[in-house]
């Protein structure tokens, strides 16, 4: 069975600095995604990006980017110029592609507290 | 498009009692599926669709019934509410399981006394 870790429960950045949230995850198939949501104090779940473990560029949105080591099965989220709106628990999440294993399966989160 | 809607936002409920959370999407996705989200725990599948009149188990079914009479909807059901029931539920969907990214509904905020 899959299985994603996050093994930082908590994090704290300044603003305006950078900072990297760590997630591992076990698997024995090939082709997958990997994801990366955020969950602010509002609860909604917000996708922050998305990386196809056949690509071997790493995903960026503006601010945020990842470092996909595909053979050491890591996947860590990049925040660059750090935001008060960037408060939130980040999940990270892993999809194996197509069948009936395509659901996801989610690590335990990250709360990120950005400070002034 | 509103995406994945939920509802209600917020219920309480007393042990034995039963409830149905409504999740409702336009987009017309294939796939569909509930997710209980609780302290320390991330969030963990409960029963998933991949079309209408098609429905399986996901990690933690016990307790929880669906059914997907049509594209737009996929309910989930209570069927003797207890306290171990207490969490934050959230719907999601995608054009297919496994091959797309889900879109998450705000959630519903369900108490067990």
């Known amino acids: 069975a899959q299985t994603v870790t996050q093994s930082q429960p908590e994090m704290s950045v300044q603003e305006a600095e950078t900072v990297t949230l760590s997630c591992t995850y076990d698997t024995s198939e090939n082709n997958y995604y990997l994801f990366w949501y955020k969950q602010p104090p509002s609860r909604q779940m917000i996708l922050v990006i998305r990386?196809?473990?056949?690509?071997?560029q790493n995903a960026t949105e503006n601010r945020f980017s990842v470092n996909f080591q595909k053979a050491a099965k890591s996947f860590s989220l990049k925040i660059s110029d750090s935001q008060l709106g960037d408060t939130a628990m980040y999940f990270c999440?892993?999809?194996?592609?197509?069948?009936?294993?395509?659901?996801?399966?989610f690590g335990k989160g990250t709360k990120l507290s950005v400070k002034p | 498009n509103a995406g994945v809607t939920q509802t209600p936002k917020f219920q309480v409920l007393k042990t034995g009692q039963s409830m149905t959370l409504q999740c409702a999407q336009d987009?017309?996705?294939?796939?569909m599926s509930w997710y209980r989200q609780d302290p320390g725990m991330g969030l963990r599948l409960i029963h998933y669709?991949?079309?209408?009149?098609?429905?399986d188990q996901g990690e933690v079914p016990n307790g929880y019934n669906v059914s997907r009479s049509t594209t737009e909807d996929f309910p989930l059901r209570l069927l003797s509410a207890a306290p171990s029931q207490t969490s934050v539920y959230f719907c999601?969907?995608?054009?297919?399981?496994?091959?797309?990214?889900?879109?998450f509904g705000p959630g519903t905020r369900l108490t067990v006394l």
């Open positions: 669709s991949v079309g209408a009149g098609i429905t």
């Open positions: 999440a892993f999809m194996n592609y197509g069948g009936s294993q395509g659901n996801l399966i």
């Open positions: 987009m017309n996705h294939e796939y």
């Open positions: 990386q196809e473990a056949y690509k071997q």
């Open positions: 999601a969907s995608s054009y297919g399981l496994g091959t797309d990214t889900q879109y």
